[in-house]
T-cell receptor, first 118, second 110 residues
Framework: GAVVSQHPSWVICKSGTSVKIECRSLDFQATTMFWYRQFPKQSLMLMATSNEGSKATYEQGVEKDKFLINHASLTLSTLTVTSAHPEDSSFYIC??????????????FGSGTQLSVL | QKEVEQNSGPLSVPEGAIASLNCTYSDRGSQSFFWYRQYSGKSPELIMFIYSNGDKEDGRFTAQLNKASQYVSLLIRDSQPSDSATYLCAVIEGAQKLVFGQGTRLTINP
């Protein structure tokens, strides 16, 4: 089955620094990438949706200048948390979908990145 | 954003019994429904998907969908301790956009 590789698995950083998270689709073209955030004991909340070659669409309440999303190729999307603060500590997960001829059930998640900001 | 509601639990079930997880959704036009299992610190993994009214069985898992009442459920038969996890109900909204419920924490007691 299709695989989405997400790196790093977890990262600890100092407050004020920036952190980049990568998601790569290994054997299919990820036309759309969804980025989620999950706080402890809470559900996944969609942050933004990006289509390859286009600007990301952010959900209400998500700061686009703080969470920079790049989806310049069909196999790579990145999320950069700029000037991270402790309240940004969370589990970040990407999900890739391919061309529309792939069934909806093939909705592939990355393995997640646990971000801890000190 | 449309709503997906689940009882957050925790739900405790004895080993070998049937675990029943429920989910309701607000958008009557929703067509695709998913159940994910998530272990702590891990990414969700797909358990079942269902599109049509009625039951869908896969091994020990049965998904049930009732579009008229806007609920979808997941039954786990012969529950095992390894089934202890958080179960997330999700609904497709728009173009492949998944909206999740808050999840139900399930504990299977040996």
């Amino acid at each position: 089955g299709a695989v989405v590789s997400q790196h790093p698995s977890w990262v600890i950083c100092k407050s004020g620094t920036s952190v980049k998270i990568e998601c790569r689709s290994l054997d299919f073209q990820a036309t759309t990438m969804f980025w989620y955030r999950q706080f402890p004991k809470q559900s996944l909340m969609l942050m933004a949706t990006s289509n390859e070659g286009s600007k990301a669409t952010y959900e209400q309440g998500v700061e686009k200048d703080k969470f920079l999303i790049n989806h310049a190729s069909l196999t790579l999307s990145t999320l950069t948390v700029t000037s991270a603060h402790p309240e940004d500590s969370s589990f970040y997960i990407c999900r890739a979908t391919g061309p529309t001829d792939l069934a909806n059930e093939k909705l592939f998640f990355g393995s997640g990145t646990q971000l801890s900001v000190l | 954003q449309k709503e997906v509601e689940q009882n957050s639990g925790p739900l405790s079930v004895p080993e070998g019994a049937i675990a029943s997880l429920n989910c309701t959704y607000s958008d009557r036009g929703s067509q695709s429904f998913f159940w994910y299992r998530q272990y702590s610190g891990k990414s969700p993994e797909l358990i079942m998907f269902i599109y049509s009214n009625g039951d869908k069985e896969d091994g020990r898992f049965t998904a049930q969908l009732n579009k008229a009442s806007q609920y979808v459920s997941l039954l786990i038969r012969d529950s095992q301790p390894s089934d202890s996890a958080t179960y997330l109900c999700a609904v497709i909204e728009g173009a492949q956009k998944l909206v999740f419920g808050q999840g139900t924490r399930l504990t299977i007691n040996p």
